[in-house]
Structure formats: C-alpha cells, structure tokens
Nanobody, 119 residues
Framework: QVQLVESGGGLVQPGGSLSLSCATS????????FAWYRQSPGNQRELVAN???????NYADSVKGRFTISRDKAKRTVYLQMGSLRSEDTAVYYC?????????????WGQGTQIIVSA
C-alpha cells in the first residue's frame, strides 16, 4: 500500500500561482508513474498532467504552458507548479501513483487538496 499526501492547496486570485506537492511513502518511488487529476463539482475527474518513471511529462491541453509537473526521487515527492491560474482551474486536485506489475495494476490515490481561483 502506497500512501500519497497532497499539500499546497488554497485560495488564489486569477492570474496567480500555486504549487502542489504529493509526498509518497514508497521506497519504490522510481518505479511508479505519477499523475495529477482534478475534479470540480458536477464534473468527472480529469487528467491534468502525468509524468512517467522516465521523467516524461504529459499535459492536458487546458493547462499546457501554464502548469509543470515534476518529480524528485530523493524526496519521493511529485510536484505540480501552476501559473496563470483561471477560475476554471478551481477543483479538488488528486495525486495518483500507478505501476503495472506482472500480477496486475497498482493504482493509488491521495485524499485530494482543494484549489479555489477567485478574486
């Protein structure tokens, strides 16, 4: 079982910046692919960005050029730096860890952290 703990959420004005962290409990951090998802009221959870164990990032079109995902093996932490925030970025943001093994898919989620973009 992998524990994921998000932090860094809060209230920010439009155009502002915020950085999220996802601290993990696994010593096999380097094996996992990680992602940030978000969910706003009435909407399905959607992928924001993901980063492979080879450090290859991928972004949703809605956040390209504004958000940056990164990972730190030494700290076993995943980050999401967010800039030029918009009201539509308001959501609960979830960290996800995923590892395909010979016996199946390991898929873990954090508890989520709320971001509100509002003046």
């Amino acid at each position: 079982q992998v524990q994921l703990v998000e932090s860094g959420g809060g209230l920010v004005q439009p155009g502002g910046s915020l950085s999220l962290s996802c601290a993990t409990s696994t010593s096999d951090f380097w094996l996992y692919d990680f992602a940030w998802y978000r969910q706003s009221p009435g909407n399905q959870r959607e992928l924001v960005a993901n980063i492979t164990r080879s450090y290859l990032p991928n972004y949703a079109d809605s956040v390209k050029g504004r958000f940056t995902i990164s990972r730190d093996k030494a700290k076993r932490t995943v980050y999401l730096q967010m800039g030029s925030l918009r009201s539509e970025d308001t959501a609960v943001y979830y960290c996800n860890a995923r590892l395909q093994t010979e016996t199946g898919l390991l898929d873990y989620w954090g508890q989520g952290t709320q971001i509100i973009v509002s003046a």
